[in-house]
């Protein structure tokens, strides 16, 4: 099972930017589910982003145009640039994994690799 590590969340003032990272202990390449989801308190996982095999990258509707989702060229580091952040970005960031076996899953308990979580809080 693969596993991952997030980092780069912290607190930010609303229109402030955030790098996230999340550092795989193997390659990913194309040939994985590469998934960005977050939970707000009291609130169920959003899919956020995602790299989704070789497909073109997915983006939640609320995120779109603020957020990019990319990979290094080594394939073992996922990232989210998080621009113009709002305070209903706050929630704790989760980096999953699955194998791409022809689709992805859709929810955050169906991913068989998750990180332990970056808390990203937007107040001023």
């Known amino acids: 099972r693969m596993q991952l590590t997030e980092s780069g969340g912290g607190s930010v003032q609303p229109g402030g930017s955030l790098r996230l990272s999340c ?7 194309g040939r994985f589910c ?31 145009g603020r957020f990019v989702i990319s990979k290094d060229n080594m394939g073992m580091n996922l990232f989210l640039q998080m621009n113009d952040l709002k305070p209903e970005d706050t929630a704790m960031y989760y980096c999953v994994s699955q194998e791409y076996l022809g689709f992805c899953p859709r929810k955050f ?16």
């Open 23 to 29: 550092a795989a202990s193997e390659w990913f390449g």
């Open 34 to 64: 590469m998934t960005w989801f977050r939970q707000a308190p009291g609130k169920e996982y959003e899919k956020v982003a995602a790299l989704e095999a070789l497909q073109s990258p997915f983006y939640a509707d609320s995120v779109k």
């Open 109 to 124: 308990e169906d991913f068989t690799s998750r990180g332990q979580g970056t808390q990203v809080t937007v107040s001023s």
